[in-house]
Nanobody, 128 residues
Framework: QVQLVESGGGLVQPGGSLRLSCAVS????????LAWYRQAPGKQRDLVAN???????NYADSVKGRFTVSRDNAKKTVYLQMDSLKPEDTAVYYC??????????????????????WGQGTQVTVSS
């Protein structure tokens, strides 16, 4: 069983920055991909960014150039650095892990239904 715990959310003004962290723990054989999703009130849950076991990354068009996903394997932690934040980035951000191999490359791990484990979410609010 895999457990994910997000942290780092909060209130920030437009143009500001936040760094989200997701600590991975529990018993598992392998994690093939980690992802960040977000869900705003009344809207569907959408992929923000994901990273595969080799460090390859994929980003939603809306966050390219502003967000960066990274991993620290020794600390078993995945990060999401968010810069130049906009009000439309306001959402609950979720960390997710995928334990099944589906291919080499982050593009194989973009469907939310394929992720096996999810964190509790952390609120990010961008407002002046």
């Amino acid at each position: 069983q895999v457990q994910l715990v997000e942290s780092g959310g909060g209130l920030v003004q437009p143009g500001g920055s936040l760094r989200l962290s997701c600590a991975v723990s529990g018993s598992f054989n392998a994690i093939y991909a980690l992802a960040w999703y977000r869900q705003a009130p009344g809207k569907q849950r959408d992929l923000v960014a994901n990273i595969d076991s080799a460090g390859r990354t994929n980003y939603a068009d809306s966050v390219k150039g502003r967000f960066t996903v990274s991993r620290d394997n020794a600390k078993k932690t995945v990060y999401l650095q968010m810069d130049s934040l906009k009000p439309e980035d306001t959402a609950v951000y979720y960390c997710a892990a995928q334990s099944r191999f589906r291919g080499y490359g982050a593009s194989y791990y973009t469907r939310s239904a394929q992720y096996d484990y999810w964190g509790q979410g952390t609120q990010v609010t961008v407002s002046s």
